[in-house]
Nanobody
């Protein structure tokens, strides 16, 4: 079993930056993928970004491309989401997710493990 713990959420002004972290614990894997999703009130959970745990390619939702950066530090066993130029519409609970299969996906149902989420609120 893999547990994912997110941190770094909070209140930030529009135009500001925030970095989220996700730390897997328990059984770890080196060949899977890690992603960030978010869910705003009344809306479905949506894909934000994905990266291979082994490094290399990344993929982003169009709404965050150029503003957000996903990365991982395998030595620290940590996943990051650097968020810049934040907008009020970025307000959501952000979730870390992990998939055992090495196959990028933007579908939440394809992921095997989820964190509890961290709230990010962007004020205008």
């Amino acid at each position: 079993q893999v547990q994912l713990v997110e941190s770094g959420g909070g209140l930030v002004q529009a135009g500001g930056s925030r970095t989220l972290t996700c730390t897997p614990s328990g059984r770890t894997f080196s060949n899977g993928i890690m992603a960030w999703f978010r869910q705003a009130p009344g809306l479905e959970r949506e894909f934000v970004a994905v990266v291979a745990w082994s490094g290399g390619p990344t993929n982003y939702a169009d709404s965050v491309k150029g503003r957000f950066t996903i990365s991982r530090d395998s030595a620290k066993n940590t996943l990051y989401l650097q968020m810049n130029s934040l907008k009020p519409e970025d307000t959501a609970v952000y979730y870390c997710a992990a998939r055992r299969e090495y196959s990028f996906s933007q579908k939440s149902g394809d992921y095997d493990y989820w964190g509890q989420g961290t709230q990010v609120t962007v004020s205008s």
